[in-house]
């Protein structure tokens, strides 16, 4: 019986994608959020960056995933009831706003959103210190969204070792 085409695997196209499944490699070209959103898919779009030295990409990427590690963690302690200090997340965001600061091929990090950035750490407040680093993670994305374009034509090639 043969092996439907949804569950085979995509062999090395030369781009570390090999061991996808054909869905995989679809669901993770379809749109930047869900390339973000899927581990390996993270992994081959920074691969991506890297090899096209998109140095100002690369740096949003970090910054995308430093934010969607704290917002994880903090959303993981809320459920379970505790909370990390208000230090430590302050702490944290201390950090973001200073990597966001040094982002400037970026437009969408803007100084209205370093300004968030203060209003935020002056405020004391979880739900604002959460909030700029939910917008902060989301503009990165809308920012590698452009780029994701030209990921999905470079995804979808044949390797370049096999010619």
Do not use: W
């Not at 995989?24 to 992994?43: A, F, M, S, W």
């Not at 890297?50 to 430093?66: A, F, P, S």
């Not at 400037?104 to 405020?123: H, K, Y």
């Not at 993670?137 to 999905?152: G, P, T």
Request: aromatic residues 4%; proline residues 3%; charged residues 30%.
């Amino acid at each position: 019986m043969q092996t439907p085409l949804s569950k085979q695997t995509v062999g090395c196209i030369g781009k570390c994608t090999s061991g996808l499944s054909i869905d995989e490699l679809d669901q993770i070209t379809d749109n930047i959020h869900k390339t973000l959103n899927h581990p390996r898919g993270r992994e081959i779009f920074k691969k991506f960056l890297e090899r096209r030295d998109l140095r100002d990409n690369l740096e949003c990427l970090t910054l995308y995933e430093v934010c969607f590690e704290i917002i994880a963690e903090e959303t993981t302690f809320s459920q379970s009831r505790r909370e990390t200090s208000l230090e430590s997340l302050i702490e944290k965001v201390v950090q973001v706003k200073e990597m966001a600061e040094d982002l400037d091929g970026v437009p969408q990090i803007d100084m209205a959103l370093l300004e968030r950035f203060n209003e935020a750490l002056n405020s004391d407040s979880r739900t604002s210190l959460l909030s700029v680093l939910t917008d902060t993670r989301d503009r990165c994305r809308d920012h590698l969204r452009r780029v994701h374009e030209s990921f999905k034509q470079y995804a979808s090639e044949p390797c370049p070792l096999t010619k």
